[in-house]
Nanobody
Framework: QVQLVESGGGLVQAGGSLRLACAAS????????MGWFRQAPGEEREFVAR????????YYTDSVKGRFTISRDSAKNTVYLQMNSLKPEDTALYYC??????????????????WGQGTQVTVSS
């Protein structure tokens, strides 16, 4: 049974930082690309960042480039999202996910199979 558990969310002032973590179990973590998504109230779920199975390739949505960094630790079966220079518009529920095909590099939520329960990030102005 695949489980993804996010942690690290919280309330932070604009300009601050948070580090999200997603612990994976029930799958061969080192085979899978991983993604981070977010969803604000009343909005659709949107892609934030993804990382290849090897960690050698990363991809970000334009609005977070230069501020967020995705990384992974295969020894801990964990993927991270370091978020710096946070803005109020970053406020959302953040999810990690694995794609249907382990090596698929995609930004489309429907192409991800397993999702965590989410961790709330709130940025005050």
């Amino acid at each position: 049974q695949v489980q993804l558990v996010e942690s690290g969310g919280g309330l932070v002032q604009a300009g601050g930082s948070l580090r999200l973590a997603c612990a994976a179990s029930g799958l061969t973590f080192s085979n899978y690309n991983m993604g981070w998504f977010r969803q604000a109230p009343g909005e659709e779920r949107e892609f934030v960042a993804r990382i290849s199975w090897s960690g050698g390739r990363t991809y970000y949505t334009d609005s977070v480039k230069g501020r967020f960094t995705i990384s992974r630790d295969s020894a801990k079966n964990t993927v991270y999202l370091q978020m710096n220079s946070l803005k109020p518009e970053d406020t959302a529920l953040y999810y990690c996910a694995t794609p249907y095909r382990a090596g698929l590099g995609t930004v489309i939520p429907n192409e991800y199979r397993y999702w965590g329960q989410g961790t709330q990030v709130t940025v005050s102005s």
